[in-house]
T-cell receptor
Framework: GAGVSQSPSNKVTEKGKDVELRCDPI?????LYWYRQSLGQGLEFLIY????????KSGLPSDRFSAERTGGSVSTLTIQRTQQEDSAVYLC?????????????FGPGTRLTVT | GIQVEQSPPDLILQEGANSTLRCNFS?????LQWFHQNPWGQLINLFY???GTKQNGRLSATTVATERYSLLYISSSQTTDSGVYFC???????????FGKGTRLHILP
């Protein structure tokens, strides 16, 4: 079956503009994660959705960042008034913890460049 | 929150050598994965191993949950093994998954 998909694959935007990044998880996966990876760095946790539970937003770096997950499937990460330090690869992952196995599967990422 | 430490941060080896990568974590977990990030940035699942030992070809992993560490073994390294290896842990269904900072592996021909 299809894996996790993300769009766009690349996004160049001007400082101060808003951007939306999309993630389509694997069908049936109830858990969805967003991470950010700056050049040469590790993965920084941003937000976690699990089913109908309130999302864990503890990793969002500022109130310019927000995320939604509609219908328990597709998720959109929105960054308002982008800054140059927002430039990074944004990675999405999904998993299905229904059987107590929490294995994550990652999408290819969206490379965001803020000029 | 839970802390994840990986060592060594960097490792340079000749092709054919063996290596051991370590992941220490600060709390009990019931979710632990090893990933390989290839030069194109794609994260590839290697092992889902919250406890026990698994093997897949030249790679194997062991997690000793009671002592809060996991080891990834790579035998007979190949240049295609180069990249960054990440360990990621979580405490359950309602808990986020946290990544270590990774081990950057360079295999020289």
């Amino acid at each position: 079956g299809a894996g996790v998909s993300q769009s766009p694959s690349n996004k160049v935007t001007e400082k101060g503009k808003d951007v939306e990044l999309r993630c389509d998880p694997i069908s049936g996966h109830t858990a969805l994660y967003w991470y950010r990876q700056s050049l040469g760095q590790g993965l920084e946790f941003l937000i976690y959705f699990q089913g109908n539970s309130a999302p864990d937003k503890s990793g969002l770096p500022s109130d310019r960042f927000s995320a939604e997950r509609t219908g328990g499937s597709v998720s959109t990460l929105t960054i308002q008034r982008t800054q140059q330090e927002d430039s990074a690869v944004y990675l999405c992952a999904s998993s299905w913890p229904g059987t107590g196995i929490y294995e994550q599967y990652f999408g290819p990422g969206t490379r965001l460049t803020v000029t | 929150g839970i802390q994840v430490e990986q060592s060594p941060p960097d490792l340079i080896l000749q092709e054919g050598a063996n290596s051991t990568l370590r992941c220490n974590f600060s709390d009990s977990v019931n979710n632990l994965q090893w990933f390989h990030q290839n030069p194109w940035g794609q994260l590839i699942n290697l092992f889902y191993i919250p406890s026990g030992t698994k093997q897949n070809g030249r790679l194997s992993a062991t997690t000793v949950a009671t002592e809060r560490y996991s080891l990834l073994y790579i035998s007979s390294s190949q240049t295609t093994d180069s990249g960054v290896y990440f360990c990621a842990v979580g405490r359950g269904r309602d808990d986020k998954i946290i990544f270590g900072k990774g081990t950057r592996l360079h295999i020289l021909p």
